[in-house]
Antibody, heavy 121, light 107 residues
Framework: EVQLVESGGGLVQPGGSLRLSCAAS????????MNWARQAPGKGLEWVSY????????YYADSVKDRFTISRDNAKNSLYLQTNSLKAEDTAVYYC??????????????WGQGTMVTVSS | DIQMTQSPSSLSASVGDRVTITCRAS??????LNWYQQKPGKAPKLLIY???TLQSEVPSRFSGSGSGTDFILTISSLQPEDFATYFC?????????FGQGTKVEIK
């Protein structure tokens, strides 16, 4: 079964850090570009970060640039998001998502169940 | 960045109704538009990619159309399991921006 499973979320104080992980199974992880997206409570989806299949190209949303770092370990079939200098507005469910290029459109076809990050004192 | 604007933000409809949701991009994105369905407490699910191609196992009552800047998601006959929030997303260039969502509620 193709699956993504996130972990690493929790309660953290403002200014703190968390490392989110996403374990992939059921497909050849190293062949796929990956993304992180998030959803604040009761809000819409916000794309957070992208990483190419090899890990050499990354992109970030302006809201997290210079604070978050995306990485991957293809040998371990794992995706990571290091989140530093966390703010209250970073409180959200964080999803990892597999990206596919279909009909010329890059879409997220597989999503994890999400991991909740709460930033509060 | 490309901005995506959906309308309406919410709608009420009955089972069997035809429902349309609009998504507008701030610049032309050709047909690089995707639609997702999200139910409460669940991850989003890809419904349509490339503006009009149904993802595997998505019922044929869902359809998508449009190109350039204006796109439409249509549910031809609303079913109980379709009450959810729908998001559009541009697949043209990074960042992969989403629309703000349209919540489809039971009338």
């Amino acid at each position: 079964e193709v699956q993504l499973v996130e972990s690493g979320g929790g309660l953290v104080q403002p200014g703190g850090s968390l490392r989110l992980s996403c374990a992939a199974s059921g497909f050849t992880f190293s062949n796929y570009e990956m993304n992180w997206a998030r959803q604040a409570p009761g809000k819409g989806l916000e794309w957070v970060s992208y990483i190419s299949s090899s890990g050499t190209t990354v992109y970030y949303a302006d809201s997290v640039k210079d604070r978050f770092t995306i990485s991957r370990d293809n040998a371990k079939n794992s995706l990571y998001l290091q989140t530093n200098s966390l703010k209250a507005e970073d409180t959200a469910v964080y999803y990892c998502a597999r990206e596919i290029g279909v009909a010329g459109s890059d879409a997220f076809d597989i999503w994890g169940q999400g991991t909740m990050v709460t930033v509060s004192s | 960045d490309i901005q995506m604007t959906q309308s309406p933000s919410s709608l009420s409809a009955s089972v069997g109704d035809r429902v349309t949701i609009t998504c507008r991009a701030s610049q032309s994105i050709s047909r690089y538009l995707n639609w997702y369905q999200q139910k409460p407490g669940k991850a989003p699910k890809l419904l349509i990619y490339g503006a009009s191609t149904l993802q595997s196992e998505v019922p044929s009552r869902f359809s998508g159309s449009g190109s350039g800047t204006d796109f439409i998601l249509t549910i031809s006959s609303l079913q109980p399991e379709d009450f959810a929030t729908y998001f559009c997303q541009q697949g043209y260039s990074p960042p992969r921006t989403f629309g703000q969502g349209t919540k489809v509620e039971i009338k």
